[in-house]
């Protein structure tokens, strides 16, 4: 991990909606992004229409220059892209961001894994044993995401679950630059809880972004 840059580097894979909100509150929190996708001249176009801050590289290159590696896209793809780039990602920090849904036939959305389990418990199988892993991110909608981040006069939460105490600074940096207040809930194995509909999710049991007293509410009750 590089401690001399004072900020941390980062590589947000993935160029969706998702991606595109998290590189774009990040660059307007004044941290430096790389940015990657399939298509790097897709890369190229985003990171010159965010500025100076952002650059984009091959997803390689990107891996190799970030200390921290966001993958913004689909479930079933991080599991590919965690076997395909396990070799890169040896003692990177990973942060999942995923959601394991996938649209019904009434127009809503359906859990594409079993009601009991998380994307964040099931991508940990995966990673590299010298890596690091959180999930956080996820529990806004793009909207939301975009929307509320920088709010005044008090900041909305980025809830966050991690295993590596090590790691939680960083994600709390990313957090925080990128216009939200950091809270971290447990461990890996309480991901669920920070996924759609997860009673900490937005499209779950909170249903819109919320203050940190909110937070730290909604944290207590699910403990009485």
């Known amino acids: 991990m590089n401690t001399k840059n004072p900020k941390t580097k980062i590589a947000i894979i993935g160029l969706g909606n998702i991606g595109k ?4 509150n990040l660059v307007k929190g004044s941290h430096p992004v790389i940015v990657s996708s399939r298509e790097i001249e897709k890369a190229e176009n985003f990171a010159r229409e965010l500025g100076d801050l952002a650059s984009a590289e091959e997803i390689s290159k990107a891996i190799d220059h970030a200390d921290v590696i966001i993958p ?4 079933d793809k991080i599991k590919e892209f965690l076997k395909q780039y396990a070799e890169e990602l040896k003692g990177k920090i990973i942060v999942d961001v995923s959601n394991p849904i996938a649209p019904d036939e009434n127009g809503g ?3 594409i894994i ?3 389990t998380s994307a964040g418990q099931t991508l940990l199988s995966l990673v590299p044993k010298d890596a690091s892993f959180i999930k956080a991110f996820g529990t806004l909608g793009a909207a939301s995401l975009s929307g509320s ?3 005044e006069p008090e900041r909305k939460v980025l809830f966050y679950a991690s295993d ?7 994600i709390e940096e990313l957090i925080t630059d990128s216009g939200f207040e950091p809270l971290h809930i447990g461990s890996i194995s309480q991901s669920i809880r920070i996924e759609v509909f997860g009673d900490l999710h937005e499209y779950g049991g909170l249903g819109k972004p919320v203050t940190l007293e909110e937070a730290k509410n909604a944290l207590n009750q699910s403990k009485e």
């Not at 913004?72 to 479930?75: K, M, T, V």
């Not at 590596?164 to 960083?170: A, E, L, P, T, V």
């Open 21 to 24: 909100a998290i590189a774009a």
């Open 164 to 170: 590596s105490i090590n790691s939680n600074k960083y």
């Open 109 to 111: 959305f359906k859990k």
């Open 149 to 151: 981040a920088f709010s």
């Open 72 to 75: 913004a896209i689909y479930f």
């Open 114 to 116: 079993d009601k009991d």
